[in-house]
């Protein structure tokens, strides 16, 4: 059992007073033991401690290479100069000490970046394949950004497609989960006397191009609509004006019917095209007139380009 009362109060502990000792008479030695009470102690001073140091906030130029940032600003310097330059000019234009600049100027034409003719710097094949690749993505991504915009506005899916070295090539599909492009179950390469796409840029090119698509890849049954032989396509495609928009109704896939717009740039044929379940067949034409105002207001300020 736990007692809980409260302890009897104790009395406070009595104060001693301190001994009353004597000053010493002047002169007289005091032994240590015999110092007064109230002489001050020395005071202990502690060691000091280890001094901590915060770390330093990395600068924001703290990870660069200098090297390569000479190495870029010699290059940007390079290009500035059509008729090329000498390294004494670039280095005076970047600021590096010319045996910097040499070191540099050697390993960029070492690795293609630079070439060097007559004692004047060049762009090498390395840059300028740079060059043309961020030129590629640029335009690859204009056209995305287009076909989403046309996708949004008409509200079908669409399709970039072009003719490059005897095949046909889809290089953009742009759809929603609500509006899904048609399903590429027979290949589009093999089947293009089966869609719209196929048909429009066939319809593109002269009699000889066309007959040498339909040897590699002669016309053959997909569905029950598809076009019956190779004649038969080559008659429909001579009537054909050019330029015309091209309708077709469920030869490639049942249950779909697709519209195709040419677009030819220089000697390069290509399409946009977009796709409809059949039974929203009354919209197609009307989706592609749409689409082809579109195309006609914005293809000059996209400068959409067929070869991407």
């Known amino acids: 059992?736990?007692?809980?009362?409260?302890?009897?109060?104790?009395?406070?502990?009595?104060?001693?007073?301190?001994?009353?000792?004597?000053?010493?008479?002047?002169?007289?030695?005091?032994?240590?033991?015999?110092?007064?009470?109230?002489?001050?102690?020395p005071e202990r001073v502690s060691a000091p401690g280890p001094v901590v140091v915060p770390p330093a906030e990395p600068h924001a130029t703290a990870t660069l290479i200098g090297s390569v940032q000479r190495a870029m600003h010699l290059l940007e310097s390079v290009a500035a100069h059509e008729h090329g330059a000498p390294a004494k000019q670039l280095a005076?234009?970047?600021?590096?000490?010319?045996?910097?600049?040499?070191?540099?100027?050697?390993?960029?034409?070492?690795?293609?970046?630079?070439?060097?003719?007559?004692?004047?710097?060049?762009?090498?094949e390395?840059?300028?394949?740079?060059?043309s690749s961020g030129a590629r993505q640029k335009r690859r991504s204009t056209v995305v950004d287009a076909l989403a915009h046309w996708r949004d506005v008409i509200g079908v899916p669409v399709y970039y497609a072009v003719y490059r070295e005897g095949e046909i090539e889809v290089m953009c599909v742009s759809d929603t989960p609500d509006n899904p492009a048609v399903e590429e179950w027979a290949a589009f390469r093999e089947t293009g006397h089966a869609h719209a796409v196929g048909q429009c840029l066939l319809s593109q090119l002269d009699e000889q191009g066309r007959r040498d698509h339909l040897d590699r890849h002669p016309v053959q049954a997909v569905t029950p609509y598809t076009v019956r032989d190779d004649h038969a396509?080559?008659?429909?495609?001579?009537?054909?004006?050019?330029?015309?928009?091209?309708?077709?109704?469920q030869e490639y896939a049942l249950g779909t019917v697709c519209a195709a717009i040419p677009i030819t740039?220089?000697?390069?044929?290509?399409?946009?095209?977009?796709?409809?379940?059949?039974?929203q067949a009354d919209r197609l034409l009307r989706a592609a007139q749409q689409l082809q105002a579109e195309v006609g207001r914005l293809l000059g300020s996209l400068a959409i380009s067929i070869s991407i």
Do not use: N
Request: cysteine-free; hydrophobic content about 35%.
């Open 1 to 41: 059992m736990v007692d809980t009362a409260s302890a009897e109060p104790q009395a406070p502990p009595v104060q001693r007073r301190p001994e009353q000792r004597t000053a010493p008479s002047p002169g007289t030695r005091v032994r240590p033991d015999e110092r007064p009470s109230s002489a001050p102690l």
């Open 92 to 124: 005076r234009e970047t600021g590096l000490a010319l045996p910097t600049a040499y070191h540099l100027l050697r390993t960029l034409v070492f690795e293609g970046y630079l070439r060097r003719e007559k004692g004047l710097f060049f762009l090498g």
């Open 126 to 131: 390395a840059a300028e394949r740079l060059g």
């Open 233 to 249: 396509l080559l008659r429909r495609l001579d009537r054909m004006r050019r330029m015309e928009l091209v309708v077709e109704r």
């Open 265 to 279: 740039v220089g000697s390069t044929a290509g399409t946009l095209a977009i796709s409809l379940p059949s039974h």
